[in-house]
């Protein structure tokens, strides 16, 4: 049952907009959590690298794929394979059900109110420049102002950068406390009669900080000035709600859900979306074309120019239905878990301190370690078969922040388990007798 | 583990932590900035040129071990070296960590001979070679030039 359709959940994740593991059904029972067969769907875990079992703790900049997924794939290619739309033989009307079927997959799984809300783009990334090109260069001019926070990832920055260079307006961001905390106060303030658009991360990629994106929205709300939230690293670890949100745009990257590279969408409210110019040109974005003029199809298909990537759409469905039969709620008690667990292990380490104590997070454990830099933590963890990420994650502004050039990033997915925490642990306590 | 002796040597873990030649040169008359956007290391390499003689040379910067250690050991061998000698060692010190470098020629590298583990490590090579095109900027540039590894 959705937030939005549960009084008592829209309740319980007001602060949120999400229901965080700690506080609705954070204790979801785990009983029947079977992390074995969790894992033995996921065929690339079943391999050693180095000779030692693969520890794959780099989840927020991909995760792995299970076998319903590279399946779905290939058996769209194997038996469906047709361009979409308008022909009329049988395998494009297959491909086409396909396609729109993983679209109706994503409305579900964010409750989205209609599935022509859901636009396919190529992951979080395009689905900002998707904002930015089409509704910033239409309501964003000189003087205006863009709120960001200081915790966002390159791709929330630069593109509104580039607008406000392009308009003669200004890029503002809200600052963060020590332990990564978004300074709502300070946010506040910064929400001017000349703010047109607010921009905003669900959960750090560099820091794992969860931020109120339900507050942020109504606030701005307040103000009348549209929100895009970036769920990239939000929609694996929680249970998004875009209507109990009420976000007026929602992005995020199919890769980083156990879906396929290249796919992602852009969520937008249709009223929002129907008043935008397109974003690209082509076909499939048009309803009628001569040379003296254009008529743009209706939506979503105005903004999917061009033949789209159909199999990842597809497999992104395949990804979100497995994750919806797993359950969000507990995924997200078993994360929670496992960070704590993790958070108290390295905690433990002489000369470690964890970048980011934010006390709501979602996923992510960043760290640095005195007397060593990061890419060595990152070589020699390596040796050992866990993958990690190691720099500044493309969130350099973060880095500034807390005056470091990099960090050391352990991120989780479900398929995770203790012992591959402990085996970081071991990890980096080799790390430290190198450098002894 | 084996592997990870040959590229953490100790004489590199050495140099990292007390690196040689560290610090602004005030008689500089060339430095560059070279800087690493997959990690953020950054470096600026100082040069005090006489004609075409290296007559004085430093570095200043934060990076990892394997990049700092790098710059450190440039310096000692690059004070006094011409320009031509420099690009010379440049060459064979990139064929050394890329795995290019016949056996004769690791000899004539001396103690930077310590850096062949590199070579099994392809994602490390650019925090090896980092202070290098940084050097090769000093020297062919003007007075200031960046270089980036990416």
Same mark, same amino acid.
Request: proline share 4%.
């Given at each position: 049952?959705?937030?939005?359709?549960?009084?008592?959940?829209?309740?319980?994740?007001?602060?949120?907009?999400?229901?965080?593991?700690?506080?609705?059904?954070?204790?979801?029972?785990?009983? /029947?959590?079977?992390?074995?067969?969790?894992?033995?769907?996921?065929?690339?875990?079943?391999?050693?690298?180095?000779?030692?079992?693969?520890?794959?703790?780099?989840?927020?900049?991909?995760?792995?794929?299970?076998?319903?997924?590279?399946?779905?794939?290939?058996?769209?290619?194997?038996?469906?394979?047709?361009?979409?739309?308008?022909?009329?033989?049988?395998?494009?009307?297959?491909?086409?059900?396909?396609?729109?079927?993983?679209?109706?997959?994503?409305?579900?799984?964010?409750?989205?109110?209609? /599935?022509?809300?859901?636009?396919?783009?190529?992951?979080? +990334?395009?689905?900002?420049?998707?904002?930015?090109?089409?509704?910033?260069? +239409?309501?964003?001019?000189?003087?205006?102002?863009?709120?960001?926070?200081?915790?966002?990832?390159?791709?929330?920055?630069?593109?509104?950068?580039?607008? $406000?260079?392009?308009?003669?307006?200004?890029?503002?961001?809200?600052?963060?406390?020590?332990?990564?905390?978004?300074?709502?106060?300070?946010?506040?303030?910064?929400?001017?009669?000349?703010?047109?658009?607010?921009?905003?991360?669900?959960?750090?990629?560099?820091?794992? +900080?969860?931020?109120?994106?339900?507050?942020?929205?109504?606030?701005?709300?307040?103000?009348?000035?549209?929100?895009?939230?970036?769920?990239?690293?939000?929609?694996?670890?929680?249970?998004?709600?875009?209507?109990?949100?009420? $976000?007026?745009?929602?992005?995020?990257?199919?890769?980083?859900?156990?879906?396929?590279?290249?796919?992602?969408?852009?969520?937008?409210?249709?009223?929002?979306?129907?008043?935008?110019?397109?974003?690209?040109?082509?076909?499939?974005?048009?309803?009628?074309?001569?040379?003296?003029?254009?008529?743009?199809?209706?939506?979503?298909?105005?903004?999917?120019?061009? +033949?789209?990537?159909?199999?990842?759409?597809?497999?992104?469905?395949?990804?979100?239905?497995?994750?919806?039969?797993?359950?969000?709620?507990?995924?997200?008690?078993?994360?929670?878990?496992?960070?704590?667990?993790?958070?108290?292990? &390295?905690?433990?380490?002489?000369?470690?301190?964890? &970048?980011?104590?934010?006390?709501?997070?979602?996923?992510?454990? /960043?760290?640095?370690?005195?007397?060593?830099?990061?890419?060595?933590?990152?070589?020699?963890?390596?040796?050992?078969?866990?993958?990690?990420?190691?720099?500044?994650? $493309?969130?350099?502004?973060?880095?500034?922040?807390?005056?470091?050039?990099?960090?050391?990033?352990?991120?989780?997915?479900?398929?995770?388990?203790?012992?591959?925490?402990?085996?970081?642990?071991?990890?980096?306590?080799?790390?430290?007798? &190198?450098?002894? | 583990?084996?592997?990870?002796?040959?590229?953490?040597?100790?004489?590199?873990?050495?140099?990292?932590?007390?690196?040689?030649?560290?610090?602004?040169?005030?008689?500089?008359?060339?430095?560059?900035?070279?800087?690493?956007?997959?990690?953020?290391?950054?470096?600026?390499?100082?040069?005090?040129?006489?004609?075409?003689?290296?007559?004085?040379?430093?570095?200043?910067?934060?990076?990892?071990?394997?990049?700092?250690?790098? !710059?450190?050991?440039?310096?000692?061998?690059?004070?006094?070296?011409?320009?031509?000698?420099?690009?010379?060692?440049?060459?064979?010190?990139?064929?050394?960590?890329?795995?290019?470098?016949?056996?004769?020629?690791?000899?004539?590298?001396?103690?930077?001979?310590?850096?062949?583990?590199?070579?099994?490590?392809?994602?490390?090579?650019?925090?090896?070679?980092? !202070?290098?095109?940084?050097?090769?900027?000093?020297?062919?540039?003007?007075?200031?030039?960046?270089?980036?590894?990416?």
């Amino acid at each position: 049952m959705t937030a939005a359709r549960n009084p008592e959940a829209k309740l319980r994740a007001a602060s949120y907009g999400t229901a965080p593991a700690r506080v609705a059904g954070g204790r979801a029972d785990l009983s /029947s959590w079977d992390i074995e067969s969790v894992r033995a769907d996921f065929p690339i875990l079943q391999q050693k690298i180095r000779g030692k079992p693969l520890v794959y703790l780099d989840n927020a900049a991909t995760s792995q794929k299970p076998r319903v997924v590279i399946d779905a794939v290939r058996n769209y290619y194997e038996h469906e394979n047709a361009n979409i739309h308008r022909a009329v033989h049988f395998l494009s009307e297959r491909a086409t059900e396909a396609y729109e079927g993983a679209r109706r997959a994503v409305q579900g799984f964010i409750n989205a109110r209609a /599935s022509n809300e859901i636009i396919f783009v190529r992951g979080a +990334t395009e689905g900002i420049n998707l904002v930015t090109q089409s509704y910033g260069r +239409t309501h964003v001019g000189p003087g205006d102002e863009v709120l960001i926070t200081g915790m966002e990832h390159h791709s929330n920055i630069v593109p509104w950068q580039i607008l $406000c260079d392009e308009k003669g307006a200004k890029l503002r961001a809200a600052p963060i406390n020590d332990a990564g905390e978004l300074l709502f106060d300070e946010f506040a303030e910064l929400i001017g009669p000349r703010t047109k658009f607010v921009a905003v991360t669900h959960v750090s990629n560099a820091l794992g +900080t969860v931020n109120p994106v339900k507050q942020i929205i109504e606030l701005a709300h307040s103000r009348n000035i549209p929100v895009l939230i970036d769920g990239a690293q939000a929609v694996p670890h929680l249970k998004v709600d875009v209507q109990a949100l009420d $976000c007026d745009f929602y992005t995020f990257s199919g890769h980083k859900i156990y879906g396929p590279t290249g796919i992602g969408i852009l969520y937008g409210k249709s009223a929002l979306l129907d008043a935008m110019p397109p974003y690209q040109a082509g076909g499939d974005m048009i309803s009628s074309v001569t040379i003296e003029k254009t008529i743009y199809n209706a939506l979503p298909y105005k903004f999917e120019a061009g +033949t789209p990537h159909i199999a990842g759409a597809v497999g992104l469905g395949a990804a979100l239905r497995y994750v919806e039969s797993l359950g969000l709620d507990r995924i997200a008690a078993h994360e929670r878990d496992l960070l704590e667990y993790a958070t108290d292990a &390295v905690s433990a380490i002489h000369g470690l301190r964890i &970048v980011g104590a934010a006390s709501e997070k979602a996923g992510v454990l /960043s760290f640095v370690l005195e007397g060593v830099h990061p890419h060595d933590i990152g070589t020699i963890l390596d040796q050992q078969g866990i993958a990690i990420r190691t720099g500044h994650h $493309c969130s350099q502004p973060v880095m500034q922040r807390f005056d470091i050039p990099a960090t050391a990033r352990a991120s989780f997915a479900l398929y995770n388990t203790r012992e591959e925490v402990d085996a970081l642990v071991r990890g980096v306590e080799s790390v430290r007798e &190198v450098f002894a | 583990m084996s592997d990870l002796r040959d590229l953490y040597q100790e004489v590199i873990v050495e140099h990292s932590k007390a690196p040689r030649n560290y610090g602004a040169l005030a008689t500089a008359n060339h430095k560059a900035e070279g800087y690493n956007p997959l990690c953020g290391d950054r470096f600026t390499v100082y040069l005090d040129l006489e004609g075409d003689a290296i007559r004085d040379i430093s570095f200043q910067g934060a990076g990892c071990a394997i990049s700092k250690a790098s !710059a450190s050991m440039m310096t000692q061998i690059l004070k006094g070296k011409s320009r031509e000698e420099a690009e010379e060692l440049f060459d064979l010190f990139h064929k050394l960590v890329t795995g290019q470098a016949p056996a004769g020629d690791k000899a004539s590298l001396g103690k930077l001979a310590v850096f062949s583990g590199v070579s099994e490590f392809p994602a490390r090579v650019k925090c090896a070679t980092l !202070a290098w095109h940084t050097l090769h900027a000093a020297l062919e540039g003007k007075a200031e030039s960046t270089v980036s590894t990416e």
